[in-house]
């Protein structure tokens, strides 16, 4: 198991006050689109490496220009966090889609600023990155307990042993799922998200991410033993 800590605050986050550059994030991003047959819901999950000297060219470009952008293409949801313990400098923006169709259309930027814009601001924007990495994750529905607004995400990532993927899901759904709602109810955490990385990602790859209103209560007992008490 690997963890990774992540902030969402002004839409791309540090420990800072939200700004706005994520958009509709927590209950009406998430539980309010349609659950396909499959009981699932597809992430374009896109990690960009900033160059440190371009971390303030890379915020302005976000929240002048390509927020802007993505409202007038009539982009819903869209969660940009910035990595606080991990790798530095690093920034992730996480967007629901439908599937790969949208690889069959001209992209976002085009649609809202026409090819020419479009590629100018891609251009700068790249400009800011030492790296890209894009890939595609399923979030099971079954198990997201609504985070609302909830500014801090704790990511920990779980490998299934050879042919126990199966097996770990059920003891989720039997065991793990019935106590994070608890956990939720009681005001121990914000949140939960439960998904499986797919193409582009190491597949299969199975990640928790825990949501809370403050930094404070990761120096605490886990979400489930502080549920659970000490038996």
Known sequence: MSTSMKAVASGVSALAVATGLSLGFGAGAVSAQPASSQGITRLEV????????????????????????????GIKSRQVYRTVVGEANEFQVRTIVPGFEIYDEPGVLQRALGAKKAAELRDRLNACFDAVHVQFENRVNEFFVDPGNAPVQFASKY????????????????????????????????????????HGGEWGLITLNMYYNSFAPLDGEPPIAKTLGPE
């Open 159 to 198: 490998r299934p042993l050879p042919g126990k993927s199966f097996a770990y899901t059920q003891f989720y759904r039997e065991y793990m799922n019935p106590v994070a709602k608890e956990a939720k109810a009681k005001g121990t955490f914000a949140g939960m998200d439960y998904t499986v990385s797919q």
């Open 46 to 73: 896109v990690t960009f490496r900033v160059k440190p000297d371009k971390i303030e060219t890379f915020l302005a470009l976000e929240k002048n220009e390509v927020v802007p952008a993505l409202k007038k293409a």
